[in-house]
């Protein structure tokens, strides 16, 4: 803290000991007259406006804005005038000729205002080519040089015996205004600049702008207001020289906005932002480490769950394997039963008519074998009918290559004595052929199909039998005093682009709206516990899907219901 205030004590005296050496050398200035003074105060200015274009020339490449590198090549011509204003002032005798300072004056100052207001403006990073504007400022001095001393056509600023003209009042109040207007945008962009420099420049302009509203006030060049204006000309350009040669040359890296000292700042608060940043998101990883783990916990959790649900549902589907298998196994006896009622019912007849030959003595060798020719046939159907059952529905062994409507036609022949009250057809769209009984049938190329030949006929068997099923249902509901008509069912075979179609269709009424997307349900049924399982049609679909690889559908027609199967041809 002492060497801090010790610090403040040696700089605020150095600037005291400075000012009073800057006033001292004006008074003694003074005293050898007003050109002296006016010599001493220009040179003064002079000086500090070739300082600041030596010093932001020699530091451009180093420097990242171009706010300082415009004002230097600005003050170097500002510079040069202000010598051409020194050397043609009144009594100086310098350059002959007629007096042109105050035009020189007003010049000068027009260019370095001007200046000052776009100097904010290159606060972006617009490159500057030195050779393009040192060239325009040279075109503009030479331009005013010719003005003056060339066309004399540069406006008269002063009229020796009267004083100021109108032009020269009235352009001092307009270089005021664009100097409060460079100071406003200077405030406006007050974030680029150190805190520092920003107070040094809006001092100098300030002065400035008193300086030159001193300059409307004076009757004669050698006046006391033309003296005072020099001097606040003095203390600007002091101040725009502690802003910029002071600053640059004792703290080049904290001179203007973008220099090293607001980069180190900027970084500094990136670097802040950045740990925050990364605090953060070191949370948010463990968070989220934390979340994988309870993830692949659940996952696991998940796993071992599925696992259970899969082998429940694999021992559901072996029990309905095993029930389906039980039920087609009934169906299989039940149609065997049928087949054999009537050779049963033959043989009954026949060993009855031989035991009454045999009563009653009329008994020969002729009538015996006959009868025993007749037993031995029906016997070898009902051997027959029992292989015949045994080879349909054993196990496929591998895919075989067959025509549907042959398949169609076997199903209807082993079912043949339980749809007595039963219409039936198998058409061919290919050929447009149709057979009402499966004795008729000639095997279709057309419809020819490789898979597994017994499991597509215990799909067809189960979608007959319930269609047969429900027309019996039908039958049996209708009111006595109606005649019962025969129901049919219809199969049709056909190639549809690349699939091989079946539709298996009936008149038994169709099957209810609300129910007809459960019927392949498990265990889902419309008849009576005793008649029904529900896991025919079930099993039906897990053959066709996952066995056969097709397709099986249903849906309402007119009178009845049909049953869909496609395949790959």
């Given at each position: 803290?002492?060497?801090?205030?010790?610090?403040?004590?040696?700089?605020?005296?150095?600037?005291?000991?400075?000012?009073?050496?800057?006033?001292?050398?004006?008074?003694?200035?003074?005293?050898?007259?007003?050109?002296?003074?006016?010599?001493?105060?220009?040179?003064?200015?002079?000086?500090?406006?070739?300082?600041?274009?030596?010093?932001?020339?020699?530091?451009?490449?180093?420097?990242?804005?171009?706010?300082?590198?415009?004002?230097?090549?600005?003050?170097?011509?500002?510079g040069c005038l202000d010598i051409l204003h020194t050397l043609t002032y009144k009594g100086m005798n310098v350059i002959p000729g007629k007096v042109v300072a105050t035009e020189l004056w007003?010049?000068?100052?027009?260019?370095?205002?001007?200046?000052?207001?776009?100097?904010?403006?290159?606060?972006?990073?617009?490159?500057?080519?030195?050779?393009?504007?040192?060239?325009?400022?040279?075109?503009?001095?030479?331009?005013?040089?010719?003005?003056?001393?060339?066309?004399?056509?540069?406006?008269?600023?002063?009229?020796?015996?009267?004083?100021?003209?109108?032009?020269?009042?009235?352009?001092?109040?307009?270089?005021?205004?664009?100097?409060?207007?460079?100071?406003?945008?200077?405030?406006?962009?007050?974030?680029?600049?150190?805190?520092?420099?920003?107070?040094?420049?809006?001092?100098?302009?300030?002065?400035?702008?008193a300086a030159e509203l001193c300059f409307t006030l004076y009757a004669g060049v050698y006046d006391f207001m033309n003296m005072v204006g020099h001097i606040f000309k003095v203390i600007s350009?002091?101040?725009?020289?502690?802003?910029?040669?002071?600053?640059?040359?004792?703290?080049?890296?904290?001179?203007?906005?973008?220099?090293?000292?607001?980069?180190?700042?900027?970084?500094?608060?990136?670097?802040?932002?950045?740990?925050v940043s990364n605090e953060k998101l070191t949370e948010e990883i463990a968070h989220r480490k934390e979340a994988e783990n309870k993830l692949e916990s659940l996952n696991e959790q998940l796993?071992?769950?599925?696992?259970?649900?899969?082998?429940?549902?694999?021992?559901?589907?072996?029990?309905?394997?095993?029930?389906?298998?039980?039920?087609?196994?009934?169906?299989?006896?039940?149609?065997?039963?049928?087949?054999?009622?009537?050779?049963?019912?033959?043989?009954?007849?026949?060993?009855?008519?031989?035991?009454?030959?045999?009563?009653?003595?009329?008994?020969?060798?002729?009538?015996?074998?006959?009868?025993?020719?007749?037993?031995?046939?029906?016997?070898?159907?009902?051997?027959?009918?029992?292989?015949?059952?045994?080879?349909?529905?054993?196990?496929?062994?591998?895919?075989?290559?067959?025509?549907?409507?042959?398949?169609?036609?076997?199903?209807?022949?082993?079912?043949?004595?339980?749809?007595?009250?039963?219409?039936?057809?198998?058409?061919?769209?290919?050929?447009?052929?149709?057979?009402?009984?499966?004795?008729?049938?000639?095997?279709?190329?057309?419809?020819?199909?490789?898979?597994?030949?017994?499991?597509?006929?215990?799909?067809?068997?189960?979608?007959?039998?319930?269609?047969?099923?429900?027309?019996?249902?039908?039958?049996?509901?209708?009111?006595?005093?109606?005649?019962?008509?025969?129901?049919?069912?219809?199969?049709?075979?056909?190639?549809?682009?690349?699939?091989?179609?079946?539709?298996?269709?009936?008149?038994?009424?169709?099957?209810?709206?609300?129910?007809?997307?459960?019927?392949?349900?498990?265990?889902?049924?419309?008849?009576?516990?005793?008649?029904?399982?529900?896991?025919?049609?079930?099993?039906?679909?897990?053959?066709?899907?996952?066995?056969?690889?097709?397709?099986?559908?249903?849906?309402?027609?007119?009178?009845?219901?049909?049953?869909?199967?496609?395949?790959?041809?």
């Open positions: 803290m002492d060497c801090y205030e010790q610090t403040s004590n040696f700089s605020l005296s150095r600037s005291i000991l400075l000012w009073l050496i800057i006033v001292s050398s004006l008074y003694i200035s003074s005293l050898f007259g007003y050109l002296v003074f006016h010599t001493f105060a220009e040179m003064f200015s002079v000086v500090i406006a070739f300082c600041i274009f030596t010093l932001s020339y020699n530091t451009r490449k180093y420097i990242q804005n171009n706010y300082l590198y415009f004002l230097g090549i600005t003050y170097f011509f500002v007003i010049a000068t100052r027009y260019i370095e205002s001007i200046s000052l207001l776009i100097a904010p403006f290159f606060l972006k990073e617009i490159k500057i080519r030195f050779s393009l504007l040192f060239s325009l400022y040279l075109l503009i001095t030479l331009l005013i040089f010719a003005s003056i001393f060339t066309w004399n056509v540069f406006p008269v600023c002063y009229v020796e015996g009267v004083g100021l003209t109108p032009f020269k009042k009235i352009s001092e109040y307009i270089i005021c205004c664009v100097f409060a207007a460079s100071l406003i945008l200077l405030y406006k962009n007050k974030k680029s600049f150190d805190s520092d420099v920003l107070k040094l420049l809006t001092v100098s302009i300030s002065f400035t702008i350009y002091y101040f725009i020289y502690r802003a910029i040669i002071v600053t640059g040359m004792n703290k080049p890296f904290d001179l203007l906005f973008r220099d090293l000292s607001l980069s180190n700042k900027l970084n500094t608060e990136r670097t802040r932002e950045l740990s796993k071992n769950q599925m696992g259970k649900e899969v082998e429940k549902l694999r021992q559901k589907e072996m029990l309905l394997i095993q029930q389906s298998k039980l039920a087609f196994m009934g169906e299989m006896i039940a149609a065997i039963s049928h087949q054999w009622k009537q050779p049963l019912n033959a043989l009954g007849l026949m060993i009855q008519n031989l035991y009454d030959s045999y009563k009653y003595e009329e008994l020969n060798d002729e009538y015996f074998e006959k009868t025993v020719d007749d037993t031995m046939k029906q016997i070898d159907f009902m051997s027959k009918t029992v292989d015949d059952f045994r080879n349909f529905f054993k196990p496929s062994k591998g895919k075989e290559t067959f025509d549907m409507i042959g398949i169609a036609a076997d199903v209807f022949s082993l079912f043949s004595s339980q749809i007595r009250h039963i219409h039936y057809s198998i058409t061919c769209h290919t050929h447009n052929k149709t057979f009402h009984h499966f004795s008729e049938v000639i095997s279709c190329d057309a419809t020819v199909i490789t898979t597994y030949r017994n499991q597509l006929a215990h799909v067809i068997l189960n979608i007959i039998k319930n269609a047969n099923d429900a027309l019996e249902e039908k039958r049996h509901n209708l009111p006595m005093n109606m005649t019962p008509q025969y129901g049919n069912i219809n199969i049709e075979c056909y190639k549809h682009g690349n699939r091989l179609i079946m539709e298996i269709s009936d008149n038994a009424g169709g099957i209810p709206e609300e129910i007809i997307d459960r019927i392949f349900e498990p265990y889902f049924t419309t008849k009576e516990k005793s008649s029904g399982t529900g896991i025919g049609l079930y099993m039906s679909k897990i053959i066709i899907e996952n066995s056969l690889g097709g397709k099986i559908s249903v849906k309402n027609i007119e009178g009845g219901a049909r049953f869909t199967l496609e395949f790959n041809a």
